[in-house]
């Protein structure tokens, strides 16, 4: 394949620069999208069908993600990371959302614990405490026991709680059924998730590549005064050469050298120098080095 074939090639495949920004806040869009269908339908779904949708919810995110230019291991561990900050999210606002209800249907009651029970063991596991509360008529406070992590009434106090009339949420004092801490922790994960998009954003980005590839003047110099490395430009690329000549290549057939030899190369140069002797430069999960093979999973451009 001629060289202008090669261009040709990789400019098709190369994701569109000027829909970055757009394609960007679709992608944050979406995202809160998901956190928001999830947290509505948490409790009329089980976790047998939320772990497949979340699971679908990563694999689009991978495609998105990667249609940023951020592709890769960096990518894929970032879809990963947003997914997991979106089930956190819901998770917490899941929680909040029981708190805001019974603040809003509930009614304050002072009550008497009348029972007092814990879990029982289970390994490591938390043995959390329930009480059985009764009103001062006598009757019991509706819905489930109340529960608390740790052991903090005993069976004879009273304690003001919030009751639920329909029964279906537990009574809660009302320093606990305070929602402001579920929901600034669901709105964290969610600006966390958020915040991912727009650094991958970056990352896929022209700029955000080259400051990755190429270290800034400041550090070439370091390493040239830690390295004692006093070559030229043009002798840092023939020792490049010569590196891919009569390296061994590993067990996955990548030739490895280390940028901070060359550090006058920029990594767009040494694609071209690796392309020059017949292979190619990868540009994902290289972790501080330069890998160069016959395959490559994302070949680092070198026009």
């Given at each position: 394949?001629s060289?202008?074939?090669?261009?040709?090639?990789?400019?098709?495949?190369?994701?569109?620069?000027?829909?970055?920004?757009?394609?960007?806040?679709?992608?944050?869009?979406?995202?809160?999208?998901?956190?928001?269908?999830?947290?509505?339908?948490?409790?009329?779904?089980?976790?047998?069908?939320?772990?497949?949708?979340?699971?679908?919810?990563?694999?689009?995110?991978?495609?998105?993600?990667?249609?940023?230019?951020?592709?890769?291991e960096?990518?894929?561990?970032?879809?990963?990371?947003?997914?997991?900050?979106?089930?956190?999210?819901?998770?917490?606002?899941?929680?909040?959302?029981?708190?805001?209800?019974?603040?809003?249907?509930?009614?304050?009651?002072?009550?008497?614990?009348?029972?007092?029970?814990?879990?029982?063991?289970?390994?490591r596991?938390?043995?959390?405490?329930?009480?059985?509360?009764?009103r001062?008529?006598?009757?019991?406070?509706?819905?489930?026991?109340?529960?608390?992590?740790?052991?903090?009434?005993?069976?004879?106090?009273?304690?003001?709680?919030?009751?639920?009339?329909?029964?279906?949420?537990?009574?809660?004092?009302?320093?606990?059924?305070d929602?402001?801490?579920?929901?600034?922790?669901?709105?964290?994960?969610?600006?966390?998730?958020?915040?991912?998009?727009?650094?991958?954003t970056?990352?896929?980005?022209?700029?955000?590549?080259?400051?990755?590839?190429?270290?800034?003047?400041?550090?070439?110099?370091?390493?040239?005064?830690?390295?004692?490395?006093?070559?030229?430009?043009?002798?840092?690329?023939?020792?490049?050469?010569?590196?891919?000549?009569?390296?061994?290549?590993?067990?996955?057939?990548?030739?490895?050298?280390?940028p901070?030899?060359?550090?006058?190369?920029?990594?767009?140069?040494?694609?071209?120098?690796?392309?020059?002797?017949?292979?190619?430069?990868?540009?994902?999960?290289?972790?501080?080095?330069?890998?160069?093979?016959?395959?490559?999973?994302?070949?680092?451009?070198?026009?």
């Amino acid at each position: 394949m001629s060289l202008g074939g090669k261009r040709k090639k990789h400019a098709e495949g190369a994701p569109d620069t000027r829909y970055r920004i757009p394609l960007a806040i679709a992608v944050g869009c979406y995202a809160l999208a998901a956190i928001v269908g999830m947290y509505l339908v948490a409790d009329d779904f089980g976790l047998g069908l939320q772990v497949p949708l979340w699971i679908v919810h990563g694999v689009l995110l991978i495609v998105l993600i990667r249609r940023l230019g951020a592709g890769g291991e960096a990518g894929t561990y970032a879809a990963l990371f947003i997914v997991g900050a979106s089930v956190m999210s819901a998770g917490v606002a899941g929680m909040a959302r029981q708190d805001l209800t019974l603040q809003q249907r509930g009614d304050e009651v002072s009550a008497t614990v009348t029972k007092e029970r814990r879990d029982p063991g289970q390994g490591r596991k938390n043995r959390d405490y329930h009480y059985t509360l009764q009103r001062r008529d006598g009757t019991r406070v509706p819905g489930p026991e109340m529960k608390t992590a740790s052991d903090l009434y005993e069976v004879g106090q009273t304690v003001t709680v919030i009751e639920d009339p329909e029964g279906e949420l537990a009574p809660r004092t009302p320093g606990e059924a305070d929602a402001t801490g579920e929901l600034l922790g669901a709105s964290a994960f969610a600006l966390a998730a958020l915040g991912s998009v727009g650094w991958m954003t970056w990352k896929g980005s022209d700029r955000g590549k080259r400051r990755e590839a190429d270290p800034p003047d400041r550090l070439r110099k370091a390493y040239k005064v830690i390295n004692r490395n006093q070559a030229t430009q043009e002798e840092q690329e023939q020792q490049l050469r010569e590196a891919l000549r009569t390296f061994p290549a590993d067990r996955r057939g990548y030739i490895k050298v280390f940028p901070e030899s060359y550090p006058d190369v920029p990594q767009r140069r040494a694609a071209r120098i690796a392309w020059e002797e017949g292979t190619r430069m990868e540009g994902s999960g290289n972790r501080g080095s330069w890998r160069f093979g016959e395959t490559v999973v994302e070949e680092v451009p070198h026009d």
